[in-house]
């Protein structure tokens, strides 16, 4: 069955749909104004729908999509710059069927983010083998436990053992508390004589064609893990998401079965920002059949929720297990590295000849030395990722730097590696790329944030003092011809308050901030004083 994609003109009128729509949810009006009305804090996207097709994932059509024929025509197309289509009047993506606030908006606990979406815990033994599992270098097999849950069981390498199953359950944390929807990823360990096969479990041989899955079959698969002096196997299990499958997600354009789906994935933020989260923990593993969408359930209405599934390569692992040190720093084609390299006839360091391993098999080549989030690379092409601007890289930094070093250490207990030091090098690894992921994207915009009014001023918090990229700055109220109106100080831990009119008019701000010399692009703030006084809207960049 083919992938349920929309053909070019119909994908043109549901993105202008969708435009319109988002141009209504972000409360905007066409004079450049914003509605008086409340923020959109939660979309309606959840409305019930028909069952939608199965999107089928073809590797060889996305390669050469990747690498060759959509690259083209994306080029040809000359394409415009477009501000993300799903955020509201300040600039926030709401809650919907793809992202839901979390530590974006609120304060977790460290055991919240340890926990994750992770609330039902591992599997229970024994566990009974229904099939091998499909795809994917480690050693793995689907399995129901004693309960009745369903799980994909993975193992880590001989040559690395923790390494996929650390990782996996390290991301999956991180990227919840992001607001990503993922599964149930927890470490666990297993004894084989708690391991069953059912009577008409599965497996696909070389060629993929089905055949009988036996107790061979197990005994290949743990003979490639490594084993503990107890004779139990570490591994991660993936609990099957709640609903059914429906495929992944296309990173064009929009599902055709879908009616929820008018926004063109390539300007959907959290897809667009995930460049920068992806960055962070070098997830360069980003293509559509490690997303899923799932036809759920919940208050009587049937539809698609969209999770980001199988973190197993990231943090360095990518590079370790398969020798690709160039992983977050080419494509794994690269149009401008590879042909570069190739006339260079070796005179040309590479950027990533200069990783080193650490002394753990635990953890790969990951560290924030030589770490430039402008020059990131997912290991595939992925169209939301280029049209990532300042605006979704400033969303996505402000929420990686509410991590605090607790919560990253809570985190990284989860993956229960054996050894201590390594739990802090990665723990101090991630802390310090959310430090050089904070000033490279905040600087780039005015980075006030968290705009109130109170008593007669319009305040606000300098992200960038707050989270000490910087230790002062001034932020200045221009005119409509770009003078001085007036200026403020930035106050301790980055607050600013400016003074406004006591009456019911609609106002416009158009404030930067000042560094000695260097001044960031202008930013708008529109609202409402009076005796109810309210905050309408904020333009992140000015046009």
Known sequence: MSSPRRAPGEVRRRALAGTLALSLLGGCV?????????????????QDIPEPDVADFHYVASALDWYALRRLTRTLELRDREAAHNVNALDEVPDSSWFTNRIGVRDLSPAEVAQGASAAGPPTPPLLVLSGKPGGANPGFVARDRKGRKFVVKFDTKENPEMQTATNTIVNRIF?????????DTVFQIRPEDIGIATNASASDDFGREQAYTRRHLELTLSGAPRGNEGSYRATASEFIEGIPKGGLPPEGTRSDDPNDVIPHEHRRELRGLRIFSAWVNHT????????????????????????VDFGEALGAHAAEKS??????????DWQAQPRAAFAFGLW??????????????VGAFSAQHFDPDAWREAYPYWPFF?????D???AAKIILRFTREQLRAIVREAQLSHPAASAYLVDALYRRRAIIGATYLERTTPLDHFHIDARQLCAVDLSVYHGIVTSGLVEALDDHDEVRFDTLVGPRGRVCLPI???DEYRIYRLRTRRRARTAPVLQVHFKGGTAPRILGVVRLEQ
Do not use: C, M
């Open 324 to 333: 690709r040190y160039e992983d977050g720093y080419e494509h794994w084609f």
């Open 501 to 503: 009119f006591d009456d």
């Open 30 to 46: 066409h004079d450049g104004t914003f509605a008086d009305q409340p923020i959109v804090w939660r979309v309606n996207d959840q």
């Open 387 to 391: 049209e990532t601007d300042a605006r």
């Open 393 to 395: 890289a400033f969303w």
């Open 349 to 362: 360091a590479r950027e990533w000849e200069q990783l080193r391993e650490t002394p753990w098999p635990s």
């Open 176 to 184: 919840w508390a992001a607001g990503y929807n993922v599964p149930n």
């Open 285 to 308: 593993d980003i293509k559509e059949d490690n997303t899923l969408s799932a036809y759920v359930e919940e208050n009587s209405r049937r539809f698609l929720k969209h999770y980001l």
